[in-house]
């Protein structure tokens, strides 16, 4: 693969959008040379591409591995491991969104359980307070609903709704 000025612009970006959403800015940058690669690459490739250690590339796969970001492949007649991304954009977008609910809305929504059984026997939280929380548990619980629905929507259906845009809200009544 050739890095020219766009892919680079590209990877560079994403690697600091990564950081900016809680992810090393390598392990994006992997992710974003992947997914625009159009051949699995090794390791040693990767490393050369962003001139990064080998030890950080290695760590990096790693972690987009367990994420179900990246797989390795491997091709005929050569023994050395290939990595490819996941390349239909709905299914890497399904994939980051399951990861992200996984490490931050369900916790977050056990955490607000606890606290709102807790405090409903706490006769010194104010009632004020007391709403607030039981509100912020019905919308993580709404929100946590919603992606379990929207999940399992086919991806031609989730494009044209998505091109509905904002027309879609005449179907819902106030």
């Not at 892919?7 to 040379?33: C, D, F, P, S």
């Amino acid at each position: 693969m050739k890095m020219t000025p766009a892919v680079e612009k590209y990877v560079l970006h994403w690697g600091e959008m990564g950081t900016r959403w809680g992810t090393n800015r390598t392990v994006a940058q992997i992710q974003a040379l992947l997914y625009l690669s159009p051949n699995p690459l090794r390791a040693d490739e990767i490393v050369d591409l962003l001139s990064v250690a080998r030890s950080n590339v290695s760590t990096s796969i790693r972690e987009l591995q367990s994420y179900g970001l990246v797989r390795m492949t491997h091709v005929l007649g050569d023994r050395r491991d290939y990595f490819e991304s996941i390349y239909d954009v709905w299914e890497l977008f399904r994939v980051i969104i399951e990861q992200r609910k996984q490490r931050e809305l369900n916790p977050t929504l056990a955490m607000l359980k606890g606290c709102a059984a807790e405090v409903q026997t706490e006769k010194e939280t104010d009632p004020v307070t007391k709403e607030r929380i039981q509100n912020m548990l019905k919308f993580v619980e709404s929100t946590s609903d919603w992606y379990e629905q929207i999940s399992a929507i086919p991806t031609s259906t989730l494009t044209k709704l998505m091109a509905l845009g904002t027309k879609i809200t005449k179907l819902v009544k106030k």
